[in-house]
């Protein structure tokens, strides 16, 4: 234990010099036989990271360095050529929350919300050649024989029998819908509060049972499989990243430099790169998990975001970063989630753009959707063949359902906004999601899927529950000729 009088010393010496010493790093200078001549030779180096961590002062005991030399590389490296403002002009937004909020928190909130997604679906799925002869529920509850409606499904329950019995409501009414084993629709997967097209036959009232509309085929929004693409006048290349939580105790911070250090660097590869899109959990946060204060290097959400931005700064500037906020950052929890507050804005330099989670952006023609992918462990555990190591199960799911969050009442809470702005109304070129700390890439009919990697070795979290993350890897696309290629920083 270090004696009070010498802690203080200490923690006057560093915050004279602006920075302060990390909860880990304090462990360890604890265990060090004359830590007050440590703290005392570090502070005499120059570019001290903001807070000291661990690392630092590790390598400054083992060689009397590690500070100035790790950070000078890369500060060196930073070139100033032209500036962001042109390529920022090329960013326009399709669709984001941001300053565009409805949310009262009345409870008929929901219903008006609920009444927009179907609307959006619905003139998704009416475009359909299958919804030729569509009539709403009140009619088919009238007549005998085939019938097309497009509808909300509600509950599902399987009989003894092994049958489907769902509710399918529209603006008009309420139907009582029936599958059979053995039925194409059967196999579905159907969904709670999905929109869908259902083909069948009407059953009359009986004793046992209302109208029932038995249901022999069912059609999704889905995604059409022809898709003509080009951005050939594309200028420059988009890097991917995500989840860097930063403020975390597991933050790859070596991997990190590195990847600066390569961005920075003469390499072709790296020149091209005129963007860099981050798919939320810029930091760790607080609050966020239990005992997550025994997991964090930074504990104060302020100084997470302080050392981003001057993480950030190391990045060309000549670049537009372009952030959405995730589950970890300081925005409401609901989604859609407005962009980052005002005075964490303002702790970054011009070429840095936020937007709300999810946005919808275009790029000189390019259509980006951005969305941080919480809804992907609701997915997964509704879903057998979605699973959260290959996350772009889960966004292909999104797709043919046309919602980023198809699930509605588990992890991924909504915000009742008067437009639901999780519906994929227009089909992106790009669509882009993180959070499951994996990289995996896809093009679906056309589309460009992205699960963004981190930049956070396994948790205690991730530890219990055999989750192997895939970290420090950046996916590059190069729009014009629609090549991918990942950069390795393990
Ligand atoms: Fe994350």
Known sequence: ???????????????????????????????????????????????????????????????????????????????????TASLCENIQVIRDITGNSTCTGVIDDFTKYFNNRY?????????????????DIASAKKRKGNAKVIAMVGDIHETNNGNKILQLEDPTGIMRGFISPGNPAFEKDLLEDEVILAIGSVWD?????????????????????????????????????????????????????????????????????????ISGDLIDGIGIYPNQEDEL????????????????????????????????????????????????????????KFYGNPAFINIDGLKILMYHGRSINDLSDKLNHVDTDHPITAMREMMERRHLVPVYGEKTPIAPEKEDLLVIDELPDVFVTGHIHKTQVEDYHG??????????????YQKMRDIQPDPAKVIVLDPASNQITVKQFT
């Open 297 to 352: 290097e930074i504990v104060d959400i302020f100084e997470q975001y302080r050392e981003f931005a001057k993480m950030i700064k190391k990045l060309p500037k000549n670049i537009a970063i372009i952030t959405i906020p995730g589950n970890h950052d300081i925005v409401r929890n609901p989604e859609p989630q407005p962009c980052l507050p005002e005075e964490v804005r303002e702790m970054f330099q011009e070429n840095v």
């Open 119 to 135: 609307e959006k679906l619905r003139s998704i799925l009416s475009k359909r050649r299958e919804s030729n002869g569509i009539i």
């Open 205 to 277: 009232k009986r004793k046992d049972y209302d109208v029932t509309l038995s249901i022999k085929d069912i059609i999704r929004p889905g995604v059409p499989k022809i898709r003509s693409q080009s951005h050939r006048d594309f200028k420059g290349k988009i890097a991917f990243i995500g989840d860097v939580h930063v403020g975390s105790d597991t933050f790859l911070k070596e991997e990190w430099n590195r990847f600066v250090e390569w961005i920075n660097s003469d390499s072709e590869k790296a020149k091209d790169i005129k963007y860099i899109i």
């Open 1 to 83: 234990m270090l004696m009070i009088g010498m802690h203080e010393e200490i923690l006057r010496k560093v915050t004279e010099k602006n920075t302060l010493i990390s909860p880990s790093a304090w462990e360890y200078l604890e265990s060090q036989d004359d830590p007050n001549s440590i703290v005392k030779g570090l502070l005499e180096k120059k570019n001290l990271p903001f807070p000291i961590g661990r690392d630092a002062i590790e390598s400054y005991v083992e060689k009397g360095s590690g500070i100035e030399e790790s950070v000078e590389t890369t500060t060196e490296l930073i070139t100033e050529t032209e500036g």
């Open 447 to 460: 589309t460009i899927m992205i699960n963004s990697s981190t930049w956070q070795d396994q948790t205690e």
